[in-house]
């Protein structure tokens, strides 16, 4: 089945401990993106990339890295969480006619 | 920049109803539109689309055509039922071939009652 697979589905944490948010897609997919999404706020991008060793930041990569080392992978860090990171996570990846979402991960920071 | 402003939820129908949710977008250039939908606990699913004006996309019983000369794409359905209470949101594709740059509404939260 083709999907796109985040973990964890929630995940609580304490400021200043790093974390990793791990992303897999079985499409082959060149293009893979993360966005959150907060209340009022919608979905914003943080960060995708467009190919193996490829990235670029989106709209709010403040405070994330991501690396893409090989095509199905894109994990996203968080060096030093923030309760400002508070937020529902979507990773997502593209053939080019639309994206295919993961279910989520419920990031709470304190 | 170009943007997307869809309406404010969340709209509460009773089974049966009839849907709309205003979508209106500002870009340069002629985007693609798209409305994707997120049910209760899952990541968002594309629900239907439109590249060029006039081209009314379709899915589900729910149809949005895209309006150049009003830039809107508003989403309707002529019967809504319960399965469909959701989050809508509405979004747009500046650069063509390139899903990462699509640009979302707030979206829309949907409640249909029995």
């Known amino acids: 089945e083709a999907q796109v697979t985040q973990n964890p589905r929630y995940l609580i944490t304490v400021t200043g401990k790093k974390l990793t948010v791990t992303c897999s897609q079985n499409?082959?997919?060149?293009?893979m993106s993360w966005y959150r999404q907060d209340p009022g706020l919608g979905l914003r991008q943080i960060y995708y990339?467009?190919?193996?060793?490829?990235?670029d930041k989106g709209d709010v990569p403040e405070g994330y890295k991501v690396s893409r080392k090989e095509k199905r992978n894109f994990p996203l860090i968080l060096e030093s969480p923030s309760p400002n990171q508070t937020s529902l996570y979507f990773c997502a990846s593209s053939d080019r006619r639309k994206l295919f979402f993961g279910s989520g991960t419920q990031l709470s920071v304190l | 920049g170009d943007s997307v402003t869809q309406m404010e939820g969340p709209v509460t129908l009773s089974e049966e109803a009839f849907l709309t949710i205003n979508c209106t977008y500002t870009?340069?250039?002629?985007?693609?539109l798209f409305w994707y939908v997120q049910y209760p606990g899952e990541g968002l699913q594309l629900l239907l689309k439109?590249?060029?004006?006039?081209d009314k996309g379709s899915n589900k019983g729910f149809e949005a055509t895209y309006r150049k000369e009003t830039t809107s794409f508003h989403l309707e359905k002529g019967s809504v039922q319960v399965s469909d209470s959701a989050v809508y949101f509405c979004a747009l594709l500046f650069r063509p071939g390139s899903q990462g740059n699509l640009i979302f509404g707030k979206g829309t939260k949907l409640s249909v009652k029995p």
């Open positions: 870009a340069t250039g002629y985007p693609s």
């Open positions: 499409m082959n997919h060149e293009y």
């Open positions: 439109a590249t060029k004006a006039d």
């Open positions: 990339s467009m190919n193996v060793e490829v990235t």
